[in-house]
């Protein structure tokens, strides 16, 4: 019998976007914000017009990171500093790992179904958008801005 999960829907990641540019376009900074699925791919993506081309991948790459350790990249850069347990983190996964914040694991019922990286800010206004981001979807939808789930 296969296997199912649940995971974010384009539909998900649509609403997701427009909200993220919504509170980019108050902040005053073009964004990009990429959202992945369950899985840690690529589900949608939007740059602004006049983002940051080097934070193209930094956004792709934080959702990535936020789904592959199913926690926030602002609380994964505090665990990933010198004499931290994770410090050299930075350098697996070819290099795709991003720690600093702006990433955050989407979890529907304690369940992660995928996660939003957005980047062009500073770390606190990336982080802004992606909470806003992940506020467009259903109420069941929660972000895991404290990066640990509950057990």
């Given at each position: 019998m296969p296997k199912t999960f649940e995971t974010l829907l384009l539909q998900d990641a649509k609403r997701m976007l427009a909200a993220?540019?919504?509170?980019?376009?108050?902040?005053?900074?073009?964004?990009?914000?990429?959202?992945?699925?369950?899985?840690?791919?690529?589900l949608a993506f939007s740059r602004q017009d006049g983002a940051l081309i080097g934070s193209i991948d930094l956004a792709i790459q934080k959702a990535f990171t936020a789904r592959i350790f199913d926690i926030s990249t602002a609380v994964l850069a505090e665990l990933?500093?010198?004499?931290?347990?994770l410090y050299g983190i930075h350098g697996s996964n070819d290099g795709k790992i991003?720690?600093?914040?702006?990433?955050?694991?989407?979890?529907?019922?304690g369940i992660v179904i995928g996660a939003i990286g957005t980047s062009a800010g500073t770390v606190e206004q990336d982080i802004e958008v992606a909470e806003a981001a992940i506020g467009a979807i259903e109420p069941s939808i929660q972000s895991a801005s404290v990066g640990v789930p509950s057990c």
């Open positions: 993220g540019e919504a509170k980019a376009d108050q902040i005053g900074i073009p964004y990009n914000i990429a959202v992945v699925d369950a899985g840690g791919y690529l990933a500093q010198p004499g931290k347990p991003v720690i600093f914040g702006g990433g955050l694991p989407v979890r529907r019922k």
